[in-house]
Nanobody
């Protein structure tokens, strides 16, 4: 019984900033990698940023230098700080996490419900 809740999306002007958050809750023993994906209408879901349990990160080329992923293990939360936003960043953003459950210590990937980010003048 694990769930992820994404928050922080909204409408922002080009050049503006948003900070997304995703908190995991439930029968969690530990969380391995956490990531943010995004999907625009008619497009495939793409990886935006990923962070491992030891805080290593990687980013899509299109967001390098503008977005920063981070995590707070004590809060089971992953963040995405988005700066210098462009219209092409408009998408539904989804967090995901590879969770080891408290009962059987099995690893399962979970997804948030998604949060809409719209960049428009």
């Amino acid at each position: 019984q694990v769930q992820l809740v994404d928050t922080g999306g909204g409408l922002v002007q080009p050049g503006g900033s948003l900070r997304l958050s995703c908190a995991a809750s439930g029968s969690i023993f530990s969380i391995n990698a956490m990531a943010w994906y995004r999907q625009s209408p008619g497009e495939e879901r793409e990886l935006v940023a990923r962070i491992t349990s030891d805080y290593s990160t990687n980013y899509a080329d299109s967001v390098k230098g503008r977005f920063t992923i981070s995590r707070d293990n004590a809060k089971n939360t992953v963040y995405l700080q988005m700066n210098s936003l462009k219209p092409e960043d408009t998408a539904v953003y989804y967090c995901n996490a590879d969770v080891r459950d408290s009962y059987y210590h099995r690893d399962t990937r979970y997804w948030g419900q998604g949060t809409q980010v719209t960049v428009s003048s």
